[in-house]
């Protein structure tokens, strides 16, 4: 597959989830509130790395910033929708922040199913190198290094890598979605787009 199919069929994957989603009924609560927007944020940050990488002259730079809000909101909408206490959600609400990404993953990780612990997995191998394309570190930086020009120097794995990953997350927003609306026929979709996918941290 190359990559303009490659990049098609992610654009397919985003287009399948948004009409998925569209006029899915939630229960109307703060929990479900908060735990859906994150992760519709999680899908619309995947949608924009898609268009990012689209355009005539990709744009490498803010594509790959994004992964690290891919991962943030995912988790967030994990620590809403199972952990957060209504004091919790309601100290949010007035504008204090969740915990941090550590506190998160080991209340999230306590939840059958997800003690298995590959997001920590995820965290621990990959979290250095999200925050540094997002801040402009080491990480981003030296791909704008060549040996004359400084122009984006990104390899065409570590482009599928971003592709890949921000799919799964795009899907397993879609389950945890399915999850807070107790919807089983979205989530048998998804569980089969999960596996379609080849998916291989899908936390069920």
């Not at 199972?82 to 949010?92: G, I, S």
């Not at 621990?124 to 394309?133: D, G, I, P, V």
């Amino acid at each position: 597959m190359n990559f303009s199919q490659r990049l098609a069929q992610g654009h397919e994957l985003a287009a399948w989830i948004e009409q998925l989603v569209y006029d899915l009924s939630l229960p109307d609560t703060v929990r479900t509130r908060l735990a859906g927007t994150c992760f519709q944020v999680a899908q619309e940050h995947h949608q924009a790395i898609l268009l990012l990488l689209s355009q005539t002259h990709p744009l490498h730079a803010p594509a790959f910033a994004l992964l690290r809000p891919v991962f943030d909101s995912y988790l967030r909408g994990l620590w809403f929708a199972h952990c957060a206490t209504d004091a919790d959600l309601e100290r949010f609400v007035q504008g204090k922040s969740p915990p941090n990404m550590p506190a998160m993953l080991a209340a999230i990780e306590q939840i059958p199913g997800f003690d298995v612990r590959q997001l920590s997995d995820i965290y621990n191998r990959s979290w250095s190198a999200m925050c540094a394309y997002t801040h402009t570190g080491s990480q981003q930086i030296l791909r704008w290094s060549t040996s004359d020009a400084i122009q984006p120097n990104y390899s065409d794995a570590e482009i599928n890598e971003v592709i890949a990953f921000t799919e799964a997350l795009a899907i397993l927003s879609t389950l945890g979605l399915a999850t807070i609306a107790a919807n089983k026929f979205l989530a048998k979709s998804v569980l089969a787009k999960a596996l379609e996918f080849s998916i291989p941290f899908v936390v069920f």
